[in-house]
């Protein structure tokens, strides 16, 4: 069976300092990848998706950046973090043809101080 | 950016009764997604609606669809306390997902 895998759970960093999230995806190939970020109480906010390795679309410019060095990993990434950074980061995965729904980590709480 | 809309953005009723929840988008779409979230966790797949379906039914959840409005609603019949969680509708593009701004519901016991 598929699995997804986020970490860390929560995260505190302050102003300034850089940030990488991992999120991972067991039992499929070639999945479509989704980073979401979601303020406090509010929907999510598309930030990437990826089709295929190497293969980033940014949908939001900002100081976030996404990578896919692997079929299955998929890495948000910040060079310096701003307060406005903090959320609740979502990875989600589903697959890449046909009918398909997400399936989404448990989330990441990013605090920037 | 957002695509879907759900009003109300909060809904409050007690056990037994049904919640309503509204989803508006603006473009063309594939199918449309309602999804589940629990506090501080990931979001839970319920129920899919392709383009070319009005109506669907599972369990206690029934959605449909207006394309002509681009519009859906998700019923929840007989609530429990359980389904206390916000709600949101997501429209399926050929890659992208966008999600809407969700329903927090409240299931009083």
């Known amino acids: 069976s598929q699995t997804i895998h986020q970490w860390p759970a929560t995260l505190v960093q302050p102003v300034g300092s850089p940030l990488s999230l991992e999120c991972t995806v067991e039992?499929?190939?070639?999945?479509?990848l989704y980073w979401y970020r979601q303020a406090a109480g509010r929907g999510l906010q598309l930030l990437f998706y990826?089709?295929?390795?190497?293969?980033i679309s940014s949908e939001v410019p900002q100081n976030l950046s996404a990578s896919r060095p692997q079929d299955r990993q998929f890495i948000l990434s910040s060079k310096k973090l701003l307060l406005s950074d903090s959320g609740f980061y979502l990875c989600?995965?589903?697959?890449?043809?046909?009918?398909?729904?997400?399936?989404f980590g448990q989330g990441t709480r990013l605090t920037v101080v | 950016s957002q695509q879907g809309e759900e009003d109300p953005q909060a809904l409050s009723i007690q056990e037994g009764e049904n919640a309503t929840m509204n989803c508006s988008y603006k473009?063309?779409?594939?199918?449309l997604q309602w999804y589940r979230q629990n506090s501080g966790r990931g979001l839970v797949h319920l129920i899919l609606?392709?383009?070319?379906?009005r109506e669907k039914h599972s369990g206690r959840l029934r959605v449909t669809l207006d394309t002509s409005k681009k519009s859906s609603s998700l019923l929840i019949t007989a609530s429990r306390a359980a389904d206390t969680a916000s709600y949101f509708c997501?429209?399926?593009?050929?890659?992208?997902?966008?999600f809407g701004a969700g329903t927090r519901l409240t299931v009083k016991p």
């Open positions: 990826s089709v295929g390795i190497g293969q």
């Open positions: 997501a429209t399926d593009a050929e890659h992208d997902m966008r």
């Open positions: 039992g499929t190939s070639n999945p479509n």
């Open positions: 473009t063309s779409i594939n199918n």
């Open positions: 609606i392709r383009s070319n379906e």
């Open positions: 989600a995965w589903r697959v890449g043809r046909g009918i398909r729904w997400a399936f």
